[in-house]
């Protein structure tokens, strides 16, 4: 994940530049990657495995994040990027 990361940035950086030809092969290096890693949860997919996690460990509110976060180190893995499973956790917890 951290490789497919690293070619989105340089694409993006590529872009910018205007290099289409080091564009697309940073773009083709992170599709080959990805074919690799694990499927991704959808974002509902997601927000019901951490209504669940909230529920589970019982969280009340924003407080709480540490707690869910860490359940859902171990529920959650690889399945979903972590930036995404932040922000689906903060949005839970902050309509509690």
């Not at 289409?20 to 890693?37: N, P």
């Amino acid at each position: 994940q951290r490789l497919v990361k690293q070619r989105d940035e340089a694409a993006s950086q590529y872009k910018e530049a205007g290099r289409e030809d080091l564009y697309e092969q940073e773009k083709l290096e992170a599709e080959i990657l990805k074919s690799y890693l694990p499927e991704q949860l959808s974002d509902a997919e997601l927000e019901a495995a951490v209504k669940e996690l909230v529920a589970s460990v019982g969280a009340e509110g924003p407080k709480d994040m540490g707690k869910v976060m860490g359940a859902a180190k171990g529920a959650i893995g690889s399945k979903a990027d972590g930036k995404r499973v932040s922000e689906c956790v903060k949005a839970v917890l902050g309509s509690l």
